[in-house]
């Protein structure tokens, strides 16, 4: 008889801890695994990660089998594997009809339940009984579905079953914008059952997704039926949210050893290798002890002080938990993993040998690693006060089965009976190696010959649409409505994808159905959907940020393939190329683009270095493929109908035609439904400050009208309006609301009442102007309803909504974008990419507002929403401005890019506030050009989508801009000789200055810099860099901190920690009460000098007490009055005379909130800077004296 190897001596001994330890308590039924002989839960992570030694074992074997008895036991082993990944299979397969609902509704009580009994596979609790929503544990299960299948394992057996896997990816879709309940199952880390958007689940949804893509589950007995498919925009947008959160966990969790999972074994989702560091680095410095990893700081899992009889946690008991948190020898097991991957032999022996230390031998000899470690309750005292000095206990289960299979992985991997390519052969591992340098493939396609002909004129020959044949070319949503066949079966209700967004990766592919080969136009040129693809410049700016995006995110097999179409749409007035078009094509010609390579190209020619997939799912069913090819007859065949409305007349035809007079009552109704608001004084104050500064200040300000428009359309100033449009004060009552607004706008509609619509549609056949026309549809809009038939020309069918598209269209052709963004608006069209927007800023651990403050008015938004849900909280916040509800739209979309693509543009800022934004720009456009808000308000919203898009951006990175005029006298936004802010923050206010002196040209370019600034600053709720730690210290020195009626209660620190983004959270709450900008900025002044003091006064100062922020400012208001009276300063103009010292008349300079506008529009720093006065203002409130009781002197250089 042959005599076994040391290796199969070996591999013996680790299969008997695998027999006691693991298999011991898998249900010979089920397959699963209970949690303990008591207890017949099977969760349905805890039972994944419990078979993965079984499965490791198992390879082991296979490899090292020198005799038919180790490949008998290797055989056994693979089938409890997969006895137990059906068993979890099928008690998920019974929830079927859950897993079709959370596809549609994301909610809790519709997700896939956590655990199941280990005897029926039937659910144990109830819905609303358990934190069942953990996107982690169903992504788990999908990434060793894929890693067992790869490794030769058959899990799946049927079609129906392969569909069923299909919807489960459909399930985790939406992880980056769904919060759950995490890895621990609780949450927020109070155990409230508060879900949250958690890091880890969020990795491991991304690994997921990215290892079942284009797998067949059948292996290599499978066919193309069997492949499941996902999207790679959707792992894409896992990445970005884990690249910007990293290493926080969660919102109350700022980081967790749970991480450990996802940037290294087995999930290995981050791509980063730095990230990868920082994050593990971050883990082993805040959460490691001498006995594993505390899960998270302030956990009370298991201690002594944790009451035993509830779950959850009252918010003040959380400090209590601090520095005896239970340490889990676990996460020493996902660090012997991690150094065996990477070949860090130093860092496996540290953690192997910490873990043998720590783990428990039973009588069997079998070593058992414990689930945690926790702290006596008689050493608690001693190690609060030398925290990791005392000896633990173990506690809770032994042997924990997820640490004890992680145990038994890393010493198959460290003792060479696995490689790491074994055990993950997908190669996971190797997604943060080096990749190679990217082409990215561009095709032109003209409309048709007209197009193809201008382009050819301007030296670039392409293709037509048509000429492409036999790779045709269509628009995204065809791509998503194949998709959306994918994943039905009608057998067990499965819809397929809900999903009607395909992101730019995955129109960057071909596609191969039937011998054909498909491609597709990116998404956002779609121009049926939005008319943000009407405007060249910014469809330009949008092809330049995807050749980067693509550039930098691209990971498939081949190369990207952009097919950009050249529609009619895009000529300019005189039907020719735009020349920033034709700028385009010479670049693209060149070869690079902005640091990407380019290769310009037929389709023909890209077919054998592009990335194709086979769209081998939609032959499942002939009806569906039917209904497919119906679908695009119907798209080519689909006409744009006659139009009815009578052409615009140019400005010569006017002057030759003398057209009947007609009385209109109508006129104007259309602009009367803005509601930009605008406090006067925000415009007045800075105009009148330049005025006193500037030797130009008598030229008149500059009208509304944009200079001469496209032939056939009217100036604003040509159209008698005879209104002025409706502007609010943005200082208002806590109790003021939108119903002001729409109150006013039913007013305007009531006075209209007696006329006749019939003869407006008369008037309407008639009228060549554009304005005319826009306000007749208005009315017929708002009065009749958009389904009302205007019998048109004499004939039936002409409904109120045909004739507000067509208006539509004409606006756009005519680039008349205030016209654009209102019918866009009555129309109800929102942006395709509206939901996902928004979901890209908020999963940034960033809030949003639409509408102005306060609330109710001002609608905020902290969680992902449906498009549906979203759309109605807009037209909610912006009530009938459909104008300003679409630029909201519009502003949404362009914050979300520069948040993806820039951000370090939202440093230190937690709620962007749209309504704000949108007030902000007016106030820019009107102090350039020098006119009034509601000017200023015309203005903004006939700028095109780039120029709002630009503006926007300066606004955000504190440039100051510049306007220009193209060559047809077109307002555009420019960056001319941008200066930033930032660089000329020096002292404004000196003691040079607060004397009179004569008017130049550097006094009139500082005038109102500094109130610019922050009123910006407020607007975007930015805080300096590290603001929201420092004041968690500050109030731990005093009982809280009162601002303007509202209190930051210093027992927040004992609820959080100085890092968890809840706790800034609770502070931007209080800020945001303040409505405006630069006063909350000047409060957030104060707070810092407040921080400051804390920090360095050495407890000297009188802090027990609330203090009150907005005293401090206003105290430092009135020292910097004096001082200004004392030496003949600016604000001897207004607040600093003799009568306004004796009772101040804040209206004088109409400072808001009372504040001097002198005040705000000083420097920081200086002899006479805003934070001196802060300075000497604490140092009076908080009882400061010098050492001989003398008054201090501060200053800040």
């Known amino acids: 008889m042959r005599s076994r190897s040391n290796s199969g001596v070996r591999l013996d001994f680790y299969q008997r801890i695998v027999n006691k330890t693991i298999l011991k308590h898998q249900n010979a039924v089920t397959g699963l695994i209970s949690a303990t002989e008591q207890n017949s839960h099977s969760w349905v992570r805890d039972n994944v990660y419990s078979i993965m030694c079984v499965w490791g074992l198992a390879l082991a074997y296979r490899k090292m089998a020198d ?70 544990a169903t992504s788990l299960f999908i990434l060793m579905l894929a890693q067992m299948t790869a490794s030769g394992l058959q899990i799946i057996f049927t079609l129906d079953e392969v569909d069923f896997v299909q919807n489960l990816v459909f399930y985790i879709e939406a992880a980056y914008r769904t919060p759950d309940y995490g890895i621990w199952e609780r949450g927020d880390k109070t155990n ?52 910007s959160v990293l290493p926080r966990e969660s919102n109350s969790k700022e980081v967790d050893a749970g991480l450990l999972s996802i940037i290294s074994f087995p999930a290995f989702a981050v791509n980063n290798e730095e990230l990868i560091e920082h994050t593990k680095q971050t883990i082993l410095d805040k959460l490691e002890g001498k006995y594993g990893c505390c899960r998270f700081l302030r956990d009370g899992y298991k201690t002594c002080k944790e009451d035993p009889n509830r779950l959850h946690y009252e918010p003040w008991e959380l400090k209590v938990f601090e520095n005896i948190e239970c340490e889990w020898p676990l996460f020493f097991a996902y660090l012997i993993i991690d150094g065996a991957f990477y070949g860090n032999e130093t860092q496996v022996n540290k953690y192997r040998d910490r873990l043998d230390d720590i783990m428990i031998r039973g009588e069997d000899g079998i070593v058992r690693v414990p689930e945690l470690y926790s702290v006596p309750s008689d050493k608690v005292e001693e190690e609060y006060k030398n925290p990791r000095s005392q000896k633990r206990q173990p506690l809770g289960m032994l042997p924990h089965k997820w640490g004890q299979s992680l145990f038994i992985l890393g010493r198959l991997l460290t003792e060479g009976f696995l490689s790491p390519g074994e055990l993950d052969p997908l190669s996971r591992h190797l997604i943060s190696g080096p990749k190679p340098d990217l082409i990215v493939q561009v095709v032109i396609l003209a409309e048709d010959s007209t197009i193809q002909e201008k382009l050819a004129e301007n030296g670039l020959k392409v293709e037509t649409i048509a000429e492409t044949s036999p790779i045709h070319a269509y628009p995204a949503r065809v791509l998503s409505h194949m998709y959306s066949l994918l994943g039905k079966n009608r057998k067990m209700g499965l819809s397929g994808r809900p999903s009607s ?40 700016d949008m092809f330049r940020t995807d050749v980067g995006y693509l550039h930098d995110n691209w990971q498939m097999v081949g190369r990207p393939t952009m097919v950009i179409p050249i529609t009619h749409r895009l000529l300019d007035h005189y039907l020719s190329l735009p020349t920033s078009l034709l700028a385009m094509m010479k670049k693209l010609q060149a070869g690079y683009l902005y640091g990407s390579r380019i290769e310009l190209g037929k389709l023909s020619d890209f077919v054998s270095t592009s990335c194709i997939t086979k769209l081998t799912f939609l032959d499942k069913s002939s009806e569906e493929t039917q209904e497919l090819f119906e679908y695009l007859e119907t798209l080519s065949t689909k006409s744009l109908g006659s139009r009815r409305l009578a052409p615009i007349m140019s400005e010569e035809e006017k002057l030759g035609t003398h057209r009947f007079q007609r009385s209109n009552s109508i006129k104007g109704i259309v602009k009367r439904t803005r509601s930009i608001q605008v406090e006067p004084g925000q415009i007045l104050g800075m105009l009148r400050n330049r005025s006193r500064h500037s030797s130009s200040s008598s030229a008149d300000p500059i009208s509304p009208v944009t200079g001469p428009l496209p032939i056939g359309v009217t100036k604003s100033e040509d159209i008698p309006c005879g209104f002025t449009p409706h502007l609010l004060s943005s200082s208002f009552d806590e109790g003021s609301s939108l119903k002001h607004v729409q109150s006013d706008l039913t007013w305007h509609l009531d006075q209209y009442d007696g006329i006749s619509c019939t003869e407006l549609v008369e008037v309407l056949k008639e009228s060549e102007n554009l304005q005319e026309q826009a306000d007749i549809i208005h009315y017929l809009y708002t009065t009749k309803g958009p389904k009302w038939d205007t019998h048109f020309g004499g004939h039936a069918g002409c409904t109120v909504k045909d004739l507000l598209t067509e208006l539509y269209d004409k606006a756009g052709h005519l680039k008349q974008w205030w016209l654009v963004r209102h019918t866009a608006g009555m129309l109800k069209k929102r942006v395709e990419d509206l939901a996902k927007a928004t979901t890209d800023i908020v999963v940034r651990q960033k809030q949003l507002s639409v509408g102005l403050p306060p609330e109710p008015r001002e609608k905020i938004i902290t969680a992902p ?28 979309i362009y914050l979300a890019m520069f948040v993806k693509t820039e951000p370090k543009l939202f440093t230190e800022m937690l709620r962007i506030r749209v309504g704000l934004i949108i007030q902000v720009m007016v106030t820019e456009l009107a102090r350039t050009f020098k006119c009034s808000g509601d000017d200023a308000s015309e203005h903004l919203l006939n700028l095109s989508p780039f120029e709002v898009k630009t503006l926007l951006h300066h606004i955000l990175s504190g440039k100051e801009f510049g306007v220009a005029r193209d060559f047809d006298q077109s307002l555009f936004m420019t960056p001319g000789e941008m200066i930033t802010i930032a660089q000329r923050r020096k002292s404004v206010v000196t003691s040079q200055t607060l004397l009179p002196t004569q008017d130049t040209d550097e006094d009139n370019d500082r005038c109102g810099l500094w109130l610019r600034r922050r009123r910006i600053d407020g607007a975007l709720n930015r805080v300096p860099v590290g603001f929201y730690p420092q004041v968690w210290k500050v109030l731990e ?59 360095h006064d050495n407890c000297l100062a009188n802090m027990n007490w609330v203090i009150p922020v907005e005293k401090i400012v206003r105290d430092a208001n009135e020292a910097f009055i004096v001082d200004q009276a004392t030496y003949h300063g600016d604000a001897t103009q207004c607040c600093a005379t003799l009568q306004n010292m004796a009772k101040p008349n804040p209206l004088k300079c109409e400072g808001a909130r009372g504040i001097c506008q002198h005040f705000y529009d000083s420097a920081p720093s200086g002899r006479y800077g805003t934070m001196t006065y802060l300075f000497r203002s604490v140092a009076s409130n908080l009882n400061f004296k010098s050492s001989d009781g003398e008054n201090l002197d501060c200053s800040v250089s």
């Open 67 to 136: 005799m038919d008895e180790d490949r008998a036991k290797a055989y056994e082993l693979e089938k409890s594997v997969v006895k137990l990944m059906r068993g979890l299979l099928m008690s998920m397969m019974k929830q079927v009809d859950k897993l079709e609902r959370f596809k549609h509704t994301q909610s809790r009580r519709d997700a896939l339940h956590a655990k199941y009994s280990s005897k029926t596979g039937d659910t144990v609790v109830g819905d609303r009984d358990w934190g069942h929503l953990q996107i982690d």
């Open 192 to 243: 409230h059952g508060f879900p949250e958007l958690n890091a880890s689940s969020i990795g491991m949804a991304k690994a997921a997704l990215e290892s079942i893509n284009e797998l067949d589950l059948f292996g290599a007995r499978g066919g193309p039926q069997s492949v499941i498919y996902t999207l790679a925009d959707e792992a894409q947008q896992c990445q970005a949210i884990l690249q």
């Open 501 to 540: 967004e395909v992101g730019l990766l995955a129109t960057s592919k071909l596609y191969r159905f039937r011998d054909e080969i498909y491609a597709f136009f990116p998404q956002a040129l779609d121009q049926h959907s939005f008319y943000l693809a009407l405007d060249t410049d910014f469809m330009l």
């Open 865 to 892: 929403l449906p498009p549906d849900e979203l759309e109605k909280l807009i037209a909610s916040a912006c009530g009938e401005d459909t104008s300003i509800a679409m630029l909201t739209q519009e502003l949404l």
């Open 1037 to 1095: 020195r005093c009982p809280g901190l009162s601002i303007e009626g509202q209190t930051l209660p210093s027992s927040l620190t004992k609820e959080m920690t100085d890092g968890e983004f809840k706790f800034a959270l609770q502070v931007e709450m209080v800020m945001n009460r303040i409505p405006e900008p630069e006063y909350r900025q000047l409060m957030v002044e104060a707070v810092m000098v407040l921080t400051l003091v804390a920090q």
